[in-house]
């Protein structure tokens, strides 16, 4: 099935920097779907991509997948402290969603 | 309107003990997950159901980890002779009609710890 892996494992960043995280994978993804998950809660639904090259913002958000749609990013503008938290990526894999190991965020004022 | 909710929110139990976790799905939404998180690591699938068909068991990591659901409605996740590397937060999840394209909506989870 598809496997996606996300990199970097952890970013730090201080408030105001912009930070870009990657969701690579070796084959063509049929979606990316991205989720945040704040610490101590639980994983919630941000965006679905399914075109090649489709690009969506959500306030300071940008949401990219790649032209050969083997990779995703997620660039956030201007950190904020309500940035922190977990960024997963996921994409179909033999009919069920497959997640990647996320990205931690931390934001230092 | 009402979202995934788990119950209970916070299990402790002792080593060798039977748990059950409960989880109800948004109404209507016939795909129900499981997932395990460890303490800062990422989502790790258990198992999944959609509709009536049998339900993918690939991510159970032992026998001792079970799960019904009746219908498209309650699911309960059963861990037999707790050990301390099933303590995690165990997170359900629902989608409208499952499928690695839908949405999958989480509930708050059941924090389970075995002493």
């Known amino acids: 099935g598809q496997q996606v892996m996300q990199i970097p494992q952890y970013q730090h960043v201080q408030e105001g920097e912009d930070f870009t995280t990657y969701c690579n994978s070796s084959?063509?993804?049929?979606?990316i779907q991205w989720y945040k998950q704040r610490p101590g809660g639980h994983p919630v639904f941000l965006i679905q991509?399914?075109?090649?090259?489709e690009v969506k913002k959500q306030k300071r958000l940008t949401f990219q997948f790649g032209e050969a749609k083997k990779n995703s990013s997620l660039h956030i503008t201007a950190t904020q402290t309500t940035d922190v938290g977990t960024y997963f990526c996921?994409?179909?894999?033999?009919?069920?969603?497959?997640f990647g190991a996320g990205t931690q965020v931390v934001v230092t004022p | 309107g009402a979202g995934v909710s788990q119950s209970p929110s916070n299990k402790v139990t002792e080593k060798g003990k039977d748990v059950e976790l409960r989880c109800d799905p948004i109404?209507?939404?016939?795909?129900l997950y499981w997932y395990r998180q460890r303490l800062g690591q990422g989502l790790e699938f258990l198992i999944y159901?959609?509709?009536?068909?049998?339900?993918?068991k690939s991510g159970l990591p032992s026998d001792r980890f079970s799960a019904e659901r009746t219908g498209e409605s309650v699911s309960t996740l059963t861990i037999q002779r707790t050990q301390q590397e099933d303590s995690a937060v165990y997170l359900c999840?629902?989608?409208?009609?499952?499928?690695?394209?839908?949405?999958?909506?989480f509930g708050p989870g059941t924090r389970l710890t075995v002493l």
């Open positions: 999840a629902s989608s409208l009609s499952g499928g690695g394209a839908d949405t999958q909506y």
């Open positions: 084959t063509t993804l049929s979606n």
């Open positions: 991509l399914v075109k090649s090259g």
């Open positions: 996921g994409t179909d894999s033999w009919g069920k969603l497959q």
């Open positions: 109404s209507g939404h016939t795909a």
């Open positions: 159901f959609q509709g009536n068909s049998a339900p993918d």
